[in-house]
């Protein structure tokens, strides 16, 4: 019974790591760490999973792997065995060999990495510096493209250019925690036992089954949180107190001003025009929108950009994740001028075209980066249109 194939090893393990084992897979999974027909196959399961994990080298050297060893054999907790002491010395003696002797240092902190996760809480007290964090999953769409992910519950995320989704292994088992850097368009599964929670800036978005948009760029001073059906409630990180939490009505889109580079509400309505009504929560950093333009929000996933009333320079911020390009401003004053329309599959120089032709702007492309700079002649023409 010792032997066991790769897939039996590589399922106990993952099992083992999210805490999902029965007693009697904990015994099996003994009997194959202690059988020495599986120490390849240990072996390579480890070590594949070491390019998933980057490394501190001065941290690896002061690995303790046999303290490492000794919580993966408490932690199994097995039961009393008939087998006589000698032959059961024997074997653990063989899994000590497997584990520490037989793996570098390196693969010793992939195990920490890959089962440290399942060590009691209560040793968490005495557990020294080098306890390491549980790992997590990222899904990433490069700029000028996005990505589409179904996770385990049967949620539906579309990424957007420029953003990152990162979540735990144990995603739909313990939690189901996401956490946003960018845009997405999320379409919930329904599961009122366990709510899904995305993380966005300072504030969490709880939903259990619905549909909704989160634009929360790094470089971007506010996070955006549209709701198209269902309901979600927002709330910052770590409020409690339910009368604090904000809960969206469909069609309507929650602002929220990052902490650390507070925005006037001047700047704010450049952006979202209807953000004039405050949240009836105990903050001055949310805003409500009580009627958002749900097709012009949603439109990047069907590869659209409807534009209204858009000036250059917030524009400019679309496209170079879009387009994968940096924009660089030789005049402020152009930065303000304003676009309307709706771009398709237009290429890039399309599109700066399309801009060329309705404002005082040229530009000049030289590979990913594109000049824009006012353009004398249209100037005036421009500022007589835009009086009327």
Same mark, same amino acid.
């Given at each position: 019974m010792g032997l066991g194939s790769d897939t039996e090893i590589e399922i106990l393990l993952e099992k083992y790591f999210v805490k999902n084992c029965t007693k009697e897979e904990k015994q099996r999974l003994f009997e194959i760490l202690s059988s020495p027909e599986n120490e390849k196959s240990i072996k390579e399961i480890l070590y594949s999973h070491l390019d998933e994990y980057s490394f501190d080298s001065d941290i690896q050297q002061d690995i303790d792997s046999e303290r490492i060893y000794n919580?993966?054999?408490?932690?199994?907790?097995?039961?009393?065995?008939?087998?006589?002491?000698?032959?059961?010395?024997?074997?653990?003696?063989?899994?000590?060999?497997?584990?520490?002797?037989?793996?570098?240092?390196?693969?010793?902190?992939?195990?920490?990495?890959?089962?440290?996760?399942?060590?009691?809480?209560?040793?968490?007290?005495?557990?020294?510096?080098?306890?390491?964090?549980?790992?997590?999953?990222?899904?990433?769409?490069?700029?000028?493209?996005?990505?589409?992910?179904?996770?385990?519950?049967?949620?539906?995320?579309?990424?957007?250019?420029?953003?990152?989704?990162?979540?735990?292994?144990?995603?739909?088992?313990?939690?189901?925690?996401?956490?946003?850097?960018?845009?997405?368009y999320f379409k919930v599964a329904k599961n009122t036992n366990l709510p899904l929670i995305v993380s966005a800036g300072n504030i969490n978005i709880k939903a259990t089954g619905t549909e909704f948009n989160v634009k929360a760029y790094n470089d971007e001073n506010i996070v955006e949180t549209t709701l198209v059906e269902g309901k979600v409630e927002i709330s910052q990180k770590g409020v409690t107190d339910e009368k604090r939490m904000l809960e969206l009505k469909p069609d309507q889109k929650a602002i929220y001003v990052r902490e650390s580079d507070k925005m006037t509400l001047g700047e704010i309505n450049e952006i979202e025009p209807l953000a004039v009504k405050p949240a009836k929560i105990a903050t001055e950093n949310l805003l409500v929108s009580p009627k958002a333009d749900i097709d012009q929000v949603i439109a990047w996933t069907q590869d659209k950009m409807i534009?209204?009333?858009?000036? $250059?320079?917030?524009?400019?911020?679309? %496209?170079?994740?879009?387009?994968? #390009?940096?924009?660089?401003?030789?005049? !402020?004053? &152009?930065?303000?001028?304003?676009?309307?329309?709706?771009?398709?599959?237009?290429?890039?120089?399309?599109?700066?075209?399309?801009?060329? $032709?309705?404002?005082?702007?040229?530009? %000049?492309?030289?590979?990913?980066? #594109?000049?824009?700079?006012?353009?004398? !002649?249209? &100037?005036?023409?421009?500022?007589?249109?835009?009086?009327?």
């Open positions: 919580q993966i054999m408490t932690d199994l907790q097995l039961p009393k065995t008939r087998e006589p002491e000698s032959l059961l010395l024997r074997r653990r003696t063989r899994m000590r060999q497997i584990f520490i002797q037989g793996l570098s240092v390196a693969a010793v902190f992939c195990i920490a990495f890959f089962l440290g996760s399942i060590f009691n809480q209560s040793d968490n007290e005495n557990a020294d510096k080098h306890i390491i964090s549980t790992t997590f999953n990222e899904i990433k769409a490069p700029l000028g493209s996005k990505s589409e992910i179904k996770l385990a519950d049967g949620t539906i995320v579309i990424l957007n250019a420029g953003s990152l989704l990162k979540y735990k292994p144990d995603f739909n088992m313990n939690n189901r925690d996401l956490f946003l850097e960018g845009e997405a534009i209204r009333g858009e000036n $250059l320079e917030n524009l400019c911020v679309k %496209l170079q994740r879009k387009y994968d #390009v940096t924009f660089v401003f030789g005049n !402020e004053d &152009i930065k303000k001028c304003r676009f309307s329309g709706i771009l398709l599959d237009e290429t890039l120089e399309q599109v700066l075209n399309v801009i060329k $032709l309705t404002a005082p702007v040229d530009y %000049l492309l030289d590979g990913k980066i #594109v000049l824009m700079i006012s353009n004398k !002649e249209k &100037i005036e023409k421009y500022s007589k249109h835009m009086k009327k």
